[in-house]
């Protein structure tokens, strides 16, 4: 009998794992999960367990300040979910087996002095430097105005990407518009590969604030229509392009917020296609359910339910507010990362 996650692989969904846990990588990548991705609340709280003390301890006796530090063990450990993940990237042919690699976070903080301009050349140089060297390492680049502006450039000197912290339709299009414009300027399209991560619970938290007065039928599906309906343009957009490798949206934020929810309920609507990038937990509710899950992702809730979602929910003030939102728990924890090995600076020396 096949288990739910493989059940879910087989509709066609690629498993992606919302952590760079070593131990967890292994375990994950044993119940089918193809590739994974990073952000600086992984790292700390990996951090946090005390099981790298001695790598965190040579570092600091070879002189390292503290964003050297994080910089370095995040470097370290998205290379050893590389190296988990390698052999999909072969065996795919560069369609799957990738770990995502984000960038610094500090320079979407709202006390950065930089220009847009200059945070998007920045973007630039850590893109291209951290991707230096690495097979199936992807770089995270937020979809905010500098990140946006950054990714054509990136594209353009063959950095994989994943666009992250995408809430709204018009910024899928211009991350993919800008991505494809850099692309085009490749010598060749064939190792062309980017993904593009919609996020989802977040929009129905959102919406219980924000448009209480959906109707019980519409409220928490938010989330899943509108990456069903992004969804749906990427798969039309890209299908007249020739590529070799598929152009794929992330659905992001598949762990449920509201403890009544079921714990498979992103799961479950997103089977079928593209990538899922699950918090392990969510992985362990799917794999404990019993679920058998088949092809949903192309399946929209009633004609009813999508007029009162139109209706009801302004889809600009979603994404600024969420932005908004996301940005700081895109760079506080990094902050919260600089403050611990700090710590750990004065308890290991």
Request: aromatic letters at 8%.
């Amino acid at each position: 009998m096949s288990s739910p996650l493989k059940s879910l692989i087989s509709t066609g969904t690629k498993l992606w794992l919302d952590s760079i846990d070593p131990d967890l990588v292994v375990f994950n990548r044993a119940l089918g999960a193809t590739g994974a991705t990073s952000n600086p609340i992984i790292v700390s709280d990996l951090l946090k367990t005390g099981r790298f003390d001695d790598e965190i301890k040579a570092l600091i006796k070879e002189g390292k300040d503290d964003s050297a530090i994080a910089w370095e063990m995040t470097d370290r450990l998205v290379k050893k979910a590389q190296d988990v993940f390698l052999p999909v990237w072969e065996d795919t042919k560069c369609n799957d087996g990738w770990v995502s690699f984000e960038l610094d976070p500090l320079l979407e903080d709202s006390a950065c002095p930089l220009s847009t301009a200059e945070r998007a050349a920045r973007y630039v140089e850590l893109g291209k430097h951290y991707a230096q060297g690495h097979k199936n390492r992807m770089i995270k680049v937020p979809a905010t105005p500098a990140g946006l502006a950054a990714v054509e450039e990136l594209a353009a000197a063959g950095v994989t990407l994943n666009v992250t912290l995408i809430f709204s339709q018009e910024q899928y299009f211009t991350a993919r518009e800008n991505v494809w414009r850099g692309a085009q300027k490749r010598a060749s399209l064939d190792s062309f590969k980017s993904v593009y991560s919609i996020f989802v619970s977040r929009l129905d938290v959102y919406t219980l604030k924000h448009a209480a007065n959906l109707t019980s039928e519409a409220q928490g599906m938010v989330g899943i229509v509108n990456a069903k309906r992004v969804w749906a343009l990427n798969q039309e957009w890209w299908s007249n392009k020739n590529l070799k490798l598929q152009q794929e949206i992330i659905f992001a934020s598949t762990g449920t917020k509201d403890p009544k929810d079921d714990p498979c309920k992103y799961i479950a609507s997103f089977a079928g296609s593209d990538i899922e990038t699950n918090p392990p937990a969510t992985n362990d509710a799917a794999e404990k359910s019993g679920k058998t899950f088949t092809k949903q992702v192309d399946k929209l809730p009633s004609a009813e339910i999508l007029a009162d979602i139109d209706a009801k929910v302004d889809m600009k003030h979603l994404e600024t507010t969420l932005m908004s939102e996301g940005l700081e728990k895109f760079a506080d924890p990094f902050k919260k990362l600089l403050k611990l090995i700090g710590e750990k600076r004065g308890n290991l020396a």
